[in-house]
Protein backbone atom coordinates (compact mmCIF):
# COMPACT_ATOMS: atom_id res chain seq x y z
CA UNK A 1 0.00 0.00 0.00
CA UNK A 2 1.43 3.17 -1.04
CA UNK A 3 1.94 5.95 1.64
CA UNK A 4 0.93 9.56 1.04
CA UNK A 5 2.79 10.75 4.10
CA UNK A 6 7.28 10.69 4.87
CA UNK A 7 6.98 10.35 8.83
CA UNK A 8 7.17 6.83 10.11
CA UNK A 9 3.49 5.45 10.86
CA UNK A 10 2.35 4.35 14.09
CA UNK A 11 0.00 1.35 15.14
CA UNK A 12 -3.54 1.66 16.68
CA UNK A 13 -5.86 -0.83 17.28
CA UNK A 14 -9.81 -1.07 18.00
CA UNK A 15 -11.35 -2.11 20.63
CA UNK A 16 -15.11 -2.44 20.03
CA UNK A 17 -17.95 -2.01 22.84
CA UNK A 18 -18.39 -6.17 23.06
CA UNK A 19 -14.93 -6.58 23.35
CA UNK A 20 -13.69 -7.75 20.25
CA UNK A 21 -10.00 -5.94 19.00
CA UNK A 22 -8.86 -5.35 15.74
CA UNK A 23 -5.81 -4.47 14.20
CA UNK A 24 -2.88 -3.45 14.43
CA UNK A 25 -3.80 -0.82 12.21
CA UNK A 26 -1.28 1.66 9.98
CA UNK A 27 -2.01 5.27 11.28
CA UNK A 28 -1.39 8.89 11.55
CA UNK A 29 -2.44 10.40 15.16
CA UNK A 30 -2.99 14.22 15.50
CA UNK A 31 -4.63 16.64 17.80
CA UNK A 32 -8.09 14.93 17.98
CA UNK A 33 -7.84 12.52 15.79
CA UNK A 34 -6.51 9.89 13.88
CA UNK A 35 -6.05 8.84 9.75
CA UNK A 36 -5.88 5.27 9.12
CA UNK A 37 -4.11 4.35 5.99
CA UNK A 38 -7.50 0.88 5.51
CA UNK A 39 -10.63 0.31 3.40
CA UNK A 40 -12.37 -1.27 5.21
CA UNK A 41 -12.53 -0.50 9.20
CA UNK A 42 -14.99 -1.72 11.75
CA UNK A 43 -14.89 0.88 13.92
CA UNK A 44 -17.59 3.71 15.34
CA UNK A 45 -18.92 6.19 17.81
CA UNK A 46 -17.98 4.27 21.55
CA UNK A 47 -15.38 2.13 20.13
CA UNK A 48 -11.69 2.60 21.91
CA UNK A 49 -8.95 3.68 20.04
CA UNK A 50 -6.15 2.17 21.49
CA UNK A 51 -2.45 4.26 20.27
CA UNK A 52 0.68 2.46 19.96
CA UNK A 53 3.32 5.20 18.94
CA UNK A 54 6.83 4.24 18.08
CA UNK A 55 8.52 5.35 21.17
CA UNK A 56 5.81 5.94 23.86
CA UNK A 57 3.41 4.71 25.97
CA UNK A 58 0.27 3.39 24.94
CA UNK A 59 -2.96 5.43 25.06
CA UNK A 60 -6.56 5.08 24.78
CA UNK A 61 -9.44 7.53 23.14
CA UNK A 62 -12.55 7.45 22.69
CA UNK A 63 -14.01 7.24 19.00
CA UNK A 64 -16.82 10.24 18.60
CA UNK A 65 -16.89 9.72 14.31
CA UNK A 66 -15.80 7.99 12.15
CA UNK A 67 -15.28 9.17 8.44
CA UNK A 68 -14.07 7.21 5.20
CA UNK A 69 -12.07 9.17 2.66
CA UNK A 70 -12.39 7.68 -0.89
CA UNK A 71 -8.47 7.32 -3.12
CA UNK A 72 -8.03 10.62 -4.70
CA UNK A 73 -5.03 12.05 -6.55
CA UNK A 74 -1.71 11.19 -4.60
CA UNK A 75 -4.01 10.36 -1.36
CA UNK A 76 -4.91 6.54 -0.72
CA UNK A 77 -7.92 5.31 0.92
CA UNK A 78 -8.23 6.23 4.56
CA UNK A 79 -10.79 6.90 7.26
CA UNK A 80 -10.58 9.97 9.46
CA UNK A 81 -11.32 8.73 13.31
CA UNK A 82 -12.34 11.98 15.46
CA UNK A 83 -11.03 11.19 18.96
CA UNK A 84 -11.49 12.26 22.57
CA UNK A 85 -9.06 11.20 25.66
CA UNK A 86 -10.49 9.12 27.99
Known sequence: ???PLSTPL?????????GTRFGPYDT?????KALIWEV???AGAGDTLEYHP????????????THFQPQMKGIEA????RLRAE
Open 1 to 3: MEQ
Open 10 to 18: DKVYILRID
Open 28 to 32: QVEQG
Open 40 to 42: TLN
Open 54 to 65: ANGPVSSYLITN
Open 78 to 81: HYTV
